[in-house]
């Protein structure tokens, strides 16, 4: 007797419309066949549907076979490919790799946030757009040391490649981990559309300058509140010291 086509309703968040039979996906917290747990999967099947995330993490390799994966909550890492469009929602974020690592896209992707881990000049996060890589309104890059590296001066890591950039006035820049007091690190393109960030020493003539296609954000790591207010002790005693002293009158 043939099976009727299985059919759960309209899509809600935490379920299921499925059209097709289910994809395989590669195993993860289970057996070969298992949907990842963090997400919800929408019109199932890995040739004609999407993968939509709300919350938590899923790994690049478990969604390699869907034409689109969308993350609007949660996290995307791992390494490897996903062959469509990647979206990443404002409460999304983008993580590549297992610290570090690469993720590839071969359609286009848009950017809520962006996190890239560093372990040296070597070991390092990187995206790959074959397509656009689009930024949107609050979008945020994040560099993140790992592993206790401290970044020496004239650092320079490619961690975007893409076809084309949009967006690039959206983005604001942090910093998670120890820099040395006193460096910077400035974010530019290289080229039409790889973006870099390089760090350097106060005084330092390691910044990108003339290659450098567009500079998108120079700036100092801010120094710890008390190495600030010595600073600014320091100021007052040397002005307070060179201020004329009036005569005072002998009576």
């Known amino acids: 007797m043939p099976k009727a086509p299985l059919s759960v309703g309209t899509p809600t968040e935490g379920s299921a419309d499925v059209h097709a039979p289910l994809p395989v996906l590669a195993p993860r917290n289970g057996p070969a066949g298992n949907i990842p747990s963090a997400g919800d999967l929408i019109n199932g099947s890995s040739g004609s549907g999407g993968y939509t995330q709300n919350s938590g993490e899923?790994?690049?390799?478990d969604v390699a076979g869907y034409p689109q994966v969308d993350i609007e909550g949660g996290s995307l890492g791992g390494n490897g490919s996903i062959p469509g469009d990647v979206i990443i929602g404002p409460g999304g974020v983008m993580s590549p790799g297992n610290s570090p690592g690469e993720i590839q896209v071969g359609g286009n992707a848009q950017y809520g946030n962006l996190k890239i881990e560093i372990a040296g000049p070597t070991a390092h996060d990187v995206v790959d757009v074959a397509g656009t890589a689009k930024f949107v309104a609050k979008s945020t890059v994040t560099f993140k040391f790992i592993y206790d590296y401290v970044p020496v001066d004239g650092l320079d890591v490619e961690f975007l490649r893409a076809g084309a950039l949009e967006g690039l006035d959206y983005i604001t820049y942090a910093i998670a981990g120890t820099l040395p007091v006193g460096f910077?690190?400035?974010?530019?393109?290289?080229?039409?559309?790889?973006?870099h960030v390089?760090?350097?020493?106060?005084?330092?003539?390691?910044?990108?300058?003339?290659?450098?296609?567009?500079i998108l954000y120079d700036g100092q790591v801010?120094?710890?509140?008390?190495?600030?207010?010595?600073?600014?002790?320091?100021?007052?005693?040397?002005?307070?010291?060179?201020?004329?002293?009036?005569?005072?009158?002998?009576?």
Do not use: K
């Not at 899923?58 to 390799?61: C, N, R, S």
């Open 222 to 251: 801010p120094e710890p509140p008390s190495t600030a207010l010595a600073l600014l002790g320091l100021t007052l005693l040397g002005w307070q010291l060179r201020r004329p002293r009036r005569p005072v009158p002998i009576t």
């Open 58 to 61: 899923t790994d690049v390799g």
């Open 184 to 195: 910077h690190y400035q974010v530019y393109v290289d080229g039409e559309s790889d973006m």
């Open 198 to 214: 390089r760090f350097y020493a106060n005084g330092s003539t390691s910044r990108p300058g003339e290659y450098a296609h567009q």
